[in-house]
């Protein structure tokens, strides 16, 4: 790397890992709120309700959606993470080895923390739903998914990046979804396992590019010439969350009025799964903005591994 090119690099960064931490503080405060809003209070659990009971019945969604959710187990998670791990390994990048296994243990283990330990579901619509009153905040099954999708993402060359972000994306939006359409999960449970897999991803991205620094993994003038499509992605997400705001808006006026017979319930599932797409391109995408064009690796083993002028 030319030392010309050190300085604005050391400066991106700092740039980036304090934007992450800044991030990853942000997803800690929303699912503070998420829990609040979806668990503690009346017509946030009507919300969650609703959307369960509007979800489809037909067979053959359910047969292909039982499927999905049976990929997930703790075999599958070991091996899914051992393979992850295995890229980096290959590719000779320990420290994306250890980072990506951070990812997945910290958040998967704090899911089933929070889940079994910390967290409770009060009782405040006066009927306990398909679910009960047990707390089943955050999803165990959208950690999984979602951790594998982040930690594939870091062990990749950058160039590499978009197939893992996008093919990690829908496995890890079809599971969430998946949870809500076989009535194992509320809606607000897999938001809140997103939430927790992107605090995680966050800090230890931020730590590994303050301790490893900044290579570019493509030269400036490219990158210049090439914008980034984050933005692009992360501008339909929020797309989807203002549109699964609409259903959720009219379901909770319904909610209030206690009158949710007046709502096509089969909008508030739309709406929540709407919503779970949405969480999961904006918080992907802010992950992936901050890493584009970066090899992730220490400067002295990118130098040796680049070919010589």
Not at 9 to 37: G, N, P
Request: hydrophobic share 50%; aromatic share 4%; net charge positive.
């Amino acid at each position: 790397m030319p030392a010309e090119h050190a300085p604005r690099d050391s400066e991106l960064a700092h740039k980036r890992a304090v934007w992450l931490l800044v991030f990853s503080l942000t997803c800690i405060v929303l699912l503070a709120a998420v829990y609040i809003v979806a668990v503690h209070t009346a017509w946030g659990q009507r919300i969650d309700d609703a959307a369960l009971d509007g979800r489809t019945h037909r067979a053959s969604v359910l047969a292909a959606t039982n499927r999905l959710l049976n990929t997930i187990s703790i075999a599958s998670l070991a091996l899914g993470s051992a393979a992850i791990m295995v890229i980096a390994v290959v590719r000779r990048r320990p420290h994306l080895a250890v980072t990506a296994g951070i990812v997945i243990l910290g958040a998967n283990v704090s899911t089933q923390i929070l889940k079994k330990v910390i967290l409770d579901r009060p009782d405040l619509v006066g009927r306990p739903d398909a679910l009960g009153l047990t707390n089943s905040f955050p999803s165990g099954h959208s950690t999984v998914a979602m951790s594998l999708a982040v930690a594939l993402v870091l062990v990749v060359p950058a160039h590499a990046r978009w197939a893992a972000a996008f093919g990690g994306l829908a496995y890890a939006t079809l599971v969430g979804a998946g949870t809500v359409t076989a009535g194992w999960h509320r809606p607000s449970d897999v938001i809140g396992a997103y939430l927790v897999v992107m605090t995680w991803g966050g800090v230890s991205v931020a730590l590994l590019i303050s301790t490893e620094g900044t290579v570019r993994a493509r030269p400036a003038r490219l990158i210049a010439r090439v914008p980034s499509l984050s933005p692009f992605f992360g501008g339909i997400g929020v797309g989807l969350l203002l549109g699964a705001m609409i259903g959720v808006g009219g379901t909770l006026f319904a909610a209030r009025e206690n009158d949710l017979d007046a709502v096509n319930l089969g909008l508030a599932y739309a709406a929540s799964i709407t919503a779970i797409a949405g969480v999961a391109l904006v918080h992907l995408m802010q992950l992936h903005s901050q890493q584009p064009d970066q090899s992730h690796d220490p400067p002295s083993l990118d130098h040796q591994l680049r070919p010589h002028a």
